[in-house]
């Protein structure tokens, strides 16, 4: 049985207090140690980055801040909702409009607050056109709450400029896909994705 007395805030007697050996109990044995384990580190190479000054390259399966795909010249978003219902913080928020195109709709206005995102990738993972991605930006500043909302302005990058991350995704997301049935390229063609090809057949036809 574990007799426990609270004195002066120590718990004594548990038996999960770590019992000191005479040379622990001297204190000077485990300095040295400690000083000889930080000596040894003086000549091994240096890993610290010195950042702000120096940054380091990212990979594409590095998780930053989440921005949309633009394409063509247009957010590839059709302002679904999806990404804002699939949101853990509820980040994200978004206003629908209708536009002369074969998406129909897009996002008038696009925010996410980027002091609630949580960088989980959940709207990546379930947005159906993606157009929403998770970027390698992860330095970024703002000042206010009012700051830290980030709009249009901030979110929209073209498909070139998130390329990496795009081609990890084609990659990582379904390695299978096309390849477990007869695949028709031209069959699964999608209205945004694919544009340049989706103006390409109809010109053909
Ligand atoms: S990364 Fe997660 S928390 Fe951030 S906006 Fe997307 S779903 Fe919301
Ligand atoms: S980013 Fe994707 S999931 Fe979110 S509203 Fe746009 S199309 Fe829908």
């Not at 390698?136 to 500043?141: E, K």
């Not at 000042?143 to 979110?155: H, T, Y």
């Not at 400029?161 to 699964?188: C, E, I, S």
Request: aromatic share 10%; glycine share 6%.
């Amino acid at each position: 049985m574990i007799i426990m007395a609270k004195k002066k805030g120590i718990i004594k007697g548990d038996k999960r207090e770590r019992e000191l050996s005479w040379s622990g109990k001297l204190y000077f044995p485990e300095i040295l140690k400690g000083m000889w384990f930080s000596f040894k580190h003086i000549f091994r190479p240096t890993v610290t980055v010195q950042y702000p000054e120096e940054k380091i390259e990212l990979g594409p399966e590095f998780r930053g801040r989440p921005v949309l795909v633009a394409e063509e010249g247009m957010e590839r978003c059709v302002a679904c909702g999806l990404c804002a219902r699939a949101c853990p913080p509820l980040a994200i928020s978004m206003q629908a409009a209708e536009v002369d195109d074969p998406k129909e709709r897009y996002p008038e206005r696009f925010e996410i607050d980027m002091l609630r995102c949580i960088y989980c990738g959940f709207c990546e993972e379930v947005c159906p056109e993606e157009a929403i991605v998770m970027s390698p930006d992860y330095d970024f500043n703002f000042r206010s709450r009012e700051e830290a909302v980030f709009g249009k302005d901030k979110l929209v990058f073209d498909k070139e400029q998130l390329k990496p991350r795009l081609d990890w995704l084609a990659k990582k997301r379904n390695p299978n896909f096309g390849k477990v049935y007869k695949f028709d390229h031209t069959n699964n063609i999608h209205t945004l994705r694919n544009r340049s090809e989706l103006k390409q057949l109809k010109d053909q036809n």
